[in-house]
């Protein structure tokens, strides 16, 4: 069985993700917490998830940590994600990948909540 | 669920919440040997005992029981025997979960086996921390990728940087398409 696999492409995209790392510095300044429960991923969570990535990196905004958050038992509401961000965690509901590239240039980034989609808000 | 990969990232992170610290998924499509599909999930996770196990494909039973394992599995082994496969699964308390379902290529009924790349990309976005070793066969071609082997191309930049997550999918979809040939799969 012939075996494919070439690393040495991924040791240049190695090298440029290093340098755009080392012009920036602190810690994650926002938490992003996506659900991948069978609700979720049955109403397409991976697709929201996909949207955000790539969101976060058409505008270079690295400060971020994303983590599975589990089911919430917002089963209804799913997909969901919550957004932790100045000492607020906002969840929003029923997101899809349109919705959540606005959540990433509004509210991850600038801070600017977007009301009309939060289902919860709370303090940290 | 509307293709097969959604339900391997589905039951990919049953092994994540069975708290898993390696998980091996095998993709194999054969057209040309012979007409078959299918997927085989094994991890190192917590384990099943065999009532459990027993239970895991009756809807009707497990109502209380599989709250974290849902509807996906007995709803795919329906599809999958519906389509001239099967499933198969075995678990031992503390040792790990091996799952796999068979399809015949062709058959009309079969989902599509969808966006894989999109799902392996799941485990190296949300769950860096687990060894997940991929291999996808396709005839007589093969490729292999495990988070190890990632970890040390990409060593102090963390493979779940978006950068590096974007990159890590064309890679995968690059060879994704030299394993198919030119030929349509699905």
Excluded at chain 1, 1 to 14: G, P, Q, V, Y
Excluded at chain 1, 46 to 57: F, H, M, N, P
Aim: charged residues 25%.
């Amino acid at each position: 069985m012939a075996k494919i696999n070439s690393l040495d492409e991924l040791r240049k995209l190695r090298d440029q993700a290093k340098e755009s790392m080392t012009a920036r510095s602190g810690e994650a300044k926002v938490r992003i917490r996506a659900s991948m429960g069978t609700v979720g991923i049955a109403g397409g969570a991976r697709e929201v998830l996909k949207a955000i990535i790539d969101e976060l990196e058409k505008r270079n905004f690295h400060e971020v940590e994303i983590i599975e958050g589990g089911s919430m038992g917002l089963d209804k509401e799913e997909p969901v994600i919550v957004v932790e961000r100045d000492g607020f965690q906002t969840t929003y509901g029923k997101v899809q990948p349109e919705m959540a590239r606005q959540i990433v240039a509004q509210h991850v980034i600038n801070g600017q909540i977007i009301s009309e989609w939060v289902i919860a808000r709370n303090k940290q | 669920m509307k293709e097969l990969s959604l339900n391997i990232l589905d039951i990919l992170e049953n092994s994540v919440h069975a708290g898993a610290t390696r998980i091996h998924l095998t993709l194999q499509e054969y057209l040309e040997t012979k007409d078959f599909l299918g997927f085989r999930i094994e991890d190192n996770g917590i384990g099943m005992d065999q009532a459990m196990v027993d239970s895991l494909f009756d809807p009707f039973t497990t109502t209380s029981t599989t709250k974290t394992v849902g509807l996906g599995l007995p709803l795919l082994k329906q599809e999958a025997e519906m389509c001239h496969g099967g499933c198969e699964l075995e678990s031992q308390p503390g040792v790990g979960t091996k799952v796999s379902f068979w399809f015949q290529h062709t058959h009309i009924d079969r989902p599509p086996l969808g966006d894989i790349v999109s799902t392996v990309l799941m485990m190296y976005a949300i769950h860096s921390d687990i060894e997940f070793i991929f291999t996808h066969e396709v005839d007589n071609n093969s490729f292999e990728i495990s988070t190890s082997e990632l970890k040390e191309v990409f060593q102090d930049v963390p493979i779940n940087n978006p950068k590096i997550l974007q990159g890590l999918e064309t890679f995968l979809l690059e060879n994704k398409n030299q394993l198919y040939g030119g030929k349509h799969y699905g």
